[in-house]
């Protein structure tokens, strides 16, 4: 029973469990407030648990992790700003629920369907780990640069309204992240010789700005009516509605830990690409996307919490970090005298499965954590305007500055704030903008790496695309999908289907 | 709580009161990280302080702060006040800044705390390479021009070091040169395939090694390292290498220029006695690394020297964006 053993040890000592709880607890407000992140939180808690023991720091860590990931969808669906990078797809039908009093409902769907996204990663991570990793592995700079465009061609998908105004505001997010030294030859992009752009714009900035203060703004128009009061009698969602969207949720999940898993991609894109895949395969929601549909809070909050055990995946197998967080953890695992690499789970086989058992206990937490406590939270968006809107500015403050500990980010968050407002003023959608910022550097980045592994020859690098099966299958579903979007579809699918009509 | 406002004003009036270094330290010190958090910096500075700190007798509060391969840091710090509050947790590449087109400033502008270690680089490959140590590289590059892929992390990093090393001994070699964020992404590139040969420092590569997931290819300093016995030292291989070794990155603590001088040695010493503590000696030996804990006159020299060799390897590779000379950069040996 050597698996047994090292995987119930954080049951068997009630000092972990209760470090995990905290933790968990913990990362819930951790991840609610925008700005302030777990990779944040998880890199303060390595000096501060230097001279504990290993099991300990670790189970406060994965806490902190599974917890604030799972929090930044709070904020997202009472105020419409997402507590964290991961939590965006979740404010665009989630918000619309709050608006119509469902506030204490969509929390609840998005606790369970974490927690469930939480069970698909970590699953994944304990059964099927060298397995994932190996392909993920195969994911060549080509592979990535056609996963960027995937996530491109989501502008469609999270564009309410006019689709031109979407490619617009998803090409400004591309420039957006473009600026500042170019990470692959460190020239100069877009800076005009100012000292302050050299840096690039910090993305968290933007995202606040665009969400936290343009929304505030916007309050501004009405702040007179009374706020709408939550209905909090249903928070526990029914079985039946359980039921109903586990389908979705599986599929999702699944998105979550492969995209989670690649190292270079993590629970941000896998949350938008699973709410674009709610929207392709939903073919009646209850509503409309964007107007609330439940499937449109399911399918992200499933993917970001199954991100969690895929990002453990290349960690546990090869020691390399599946995202930000995973990276950090790396890091902890060294100063505490361990050998992060692919040898660990063979020289230390009990520390992978201690590590599961956190974070299945970490998971059970968040869902008890998470439904309780409802009440006080949805009270935030019954309170008086006057008070909410300046709170919303208050945090988006601290949050903006918190990231760098720069005071040239709070400005850059204004500016994006007041910019944000007239965007939304004009009804250019925000989701793009971001979209765009997030992929502007795997896009980038990977499209430079692709073509210079090639020799910059064209013919070489489609020669590569189609030698290798993963990315025909990439180039195909690019196409696909961006063909599916055109008028040319609409065209072909009237003549399949009326082959005789004329 | 009345109690530690007095103590915040009184705390804040000693600051005041020219910071007597004998009161040193009276508050919390911030130390700067020019990389980002989980790092190889960032790893060794989170190991290294806690011990530091118990010496001193003081807290220092750690922080990431990232941007233009580590310049936003070196500059905040560089013109913050040199009191002995914030230090910079840096490594080498800041002194490449300057023939590099990355900044204009660099450790010329800090006092060495201390110069707590060094790495030793070594060349790994891709498990499935068709040559299995140095020399058959070499010959396999001169035999398919343009066709092996090197990992690089961007110009100044330890790869394009290497590189430019392995070109001024053997010749130019026509190798595909691929970007990557770091070594660590690198290396995971290395492992998939997408890049054959790797130059990266032992301590990131021994785990891979160790698994079988890359082969190494040969350790670049002049002798054969206890940490991977049976891998030959590059100057076994071309003897010419000897004039540019040993070499590697390192790892250091600085404080702005103008800091007090007895601020400055009661860190050192601090330092110093951080880098000899047990966990942190067998922490950094099971990495490959090789402890210093040097400082004053000692550590202004080895940044010297390093400074000198590096700029001058550089530009006679064409490498740079300006000349050495530019910046009063005497060339080795002259």
Not at chain 1, 53 to 80: C, E, F, K
Not at chain 1, 280 to 299: N, Q, S, Y
Not at chain 1, 447 to 452: F, S
Request: overall charge negative; some cysteine.
């Amino acid at each position: 029973m050597e698996v047994l053993t090292p995987l119930l040890t954080v049951f068997a000592e009630p000092q972990l469990l209760a470090l995990v709880a905290l933790g968990t607890f913990a990362g819930i407000y951790v991840g609610a407030i925008p700005g302030l992140s777990v990779t944040m939180a998880v890199s303060i808690l390595i000096s501060f648990t230097f001279t504990w023991d290993v099991y300990p720091a670790i189970s406060l860590m994965i806490g902190i992790y599974m917890g604030g990931v799972y929090g930044g969808a709070r904020t997202a669906i009472l105020l419409n700003i997402p507590g964290a990078p991961s939590a965006i797809a979740t404010a665009l039908d989630g918000y619309p629920m709050a608006r119509r009093g469902e506030a204490g409902t969509a929390i609840g769907v998005t606790t369970v369907m974490s927690c469930i996204g939480g069970f698909v990663g970590i699953g994944v991570l304990a059964l099927a780990a060298p397995l994932v990793s190996d392909f993920a592995l195969r994911f060549q700079p080509r592979d990535y640069m056609l996963l960027a465009l995937l996530g491109i061609l989501l502008v469609g998908s999270l564009s309410t309204g006019s689709l031109v105004k979407g490619i617009f505001a998803g090409a400004l997010g591309i420039a957006i992240g473009a600026v500042g030294r170019d990470p692959l030859t460190f020239t100069e992009r877009f800076t005009f010789d100012l000292q302050i752009l050299e840096g690039g714009i910090s993305f968290i900035a933007v995202m606040i700005g665009m969400f936290g203060v343009s929304e505030a703004l916007l309050q501004l128009h009405h702040v007179d009516k009374p706020a709408i009061r939550q209905k909090i009698d249903r928070i526990v969602p029914s079985l039946a509605t359980v039921r109903k969207h586990l389908p979705l949720s599986l599929q999702t999940s699944t998105i979550g830990v492969v995209i989670g898993a690649l190292p270079g991609t993590g629970g941000d894109i896998a949350a938008l690409m699973a709410y674009d895949h709610a929207k392709r395969v939903t073919k009646h929601p209850e509503r409309p996307f964007g107007d609330g549909a439940m499937e449109g809070l399911v399918a992200p909050e499933t993917a970001n919490n199954a991100a969690v055990g895929g990002a453990f995946i290349p960690m546990m197998t090869l020691g390399i970090p599946g995202d930000a967080v995973t990276a950090i953890m790396i890091g902890a695992l060294f100063i505490h005298g361990l050998n992060p690499g692919p040898m660990l789970m063979i020289d230390r086989p009990e520390m992978f499965w201690f590590i599961v058992g956190a974070l299945l206990t970490a998971n059970v937490f968040m869902l008890i954590f998470g439904l309780t406590g409802i009440k006080l939270f949805t009270r935030i968006v019954e309170m008086p305007r006057s008070v909410l809107i300046p709170l919303i500015l208050l945090l988006s403050i601290v949050g903006a500055y918190a990231v760098n500990n720069s005071i040239a980010d709070v400005y850059w968050m204004l500016g994006f704030g007041v910019f944000g407002y007239f965007l939304r003023h004009y009804g250019y959608p925000l989701g793009p903008v971001i979209l765009g910022v997030i992929l502007s550097r795997l896009l980038d980045d990977n499209w430079r790496r692709a073509i210079i592994s090639e020799r910059e020859d064209l013919g070489r690098f489609f020669a590569g695309i189609f030698s290798s099966p993963l990315s025909t299958v990439l180039f195909i579903g690019v196409v696909l999908i961006f063909v599916s979007q055109t008028p040319l579809w609409r065209r072909l699918k009237a003549r399949v289907l009326r082959p005789s009509g004329t | 709580m009345k109690h530690v406002i007095l103590s915040a004003v009184s705390v804040l009036a000693i600051g005041l009161g020219a910071a007597q270094a004998e009161d040193y330290p009276t508050k919390e010190i911030q130390g700067i990280i020019q990389w980002g958090a989980g790092g190889s910096t960032d790893t060794v500075m989170r190991s290294v302080t806690p011990h530091a700190e118990e010496a001193l007798g003081g807290t220092i509060v750690m922080q990431n702060m990232t941007g233009a391969v580590g310049a936003i840091a070196l500059n905040h710090v560089a013109s913050s006040d040199p009191d002995g509050y914030t230090l910079l947790m840096g490594a080498e590449n800041p002194l490449l800044y300057k023939v590099m087109g990355l900044g204009d400033k660099d450790y010329n502008d800090f006092v060495p705390v201390s110069i707590l270690a060094r790495g030793t680089p070594l060349v790994v490959a891709n498990v499935d390479a068709p040559f299995d140590d140095y020399a058959e590289m070499v010959a396999y590059v001169k035999a398919n021009p343009g066709e092996v892929r090197f990992g690089a992390t961007g110009p100044g990093g330890l790869p394009s070091v290497i590189t430019a090393m392995i070109n001024t001994v053997e010749g130019e070699l026509d190798v595909i040169a691929v970007p990557y964020d770091g070594d660590g992404p690198a290396l995971t590139a290395l492992q998939g395939g997408a890049v054959d040969v790797m130059p990266a420092v032992l301590g990131i590569a021994i785990e891979g090694i160790r698994a079988g997931t890359m082969k190494p290819l040969a350790v670049f300093d002049v002798a054969e390292t206890d940490k991977l016995p049976g891998v030959p030292p590059v100057t076994a291989f071309n003897p010419a290498f000897e004039t540019y070794l040993p070499w590697g990155p390192f790892f250091g603590v600085f404080a702005p220029k103008g800091t007090p001088d007895e601020v400055v040695a009661k860190l050192s010493d601090a330092y110093a006695q951080g880098v000899a503590n047990p966990e942190f000696v067998e922490l950094m030996e099971n990495r490959g690394f090789e402890l210093m804990g040097i400082s004053g006159q000692e550590a202004t020299d080895f940044l010297t020297k390093w400074q000198q060799g590096t700029t001058w390897l550089l530009q006679d590779g064409g490498h740079t964006k300006a000349s050495p000379e530019e910046f009063g950069i005497a060339r080795p040996g002259e």
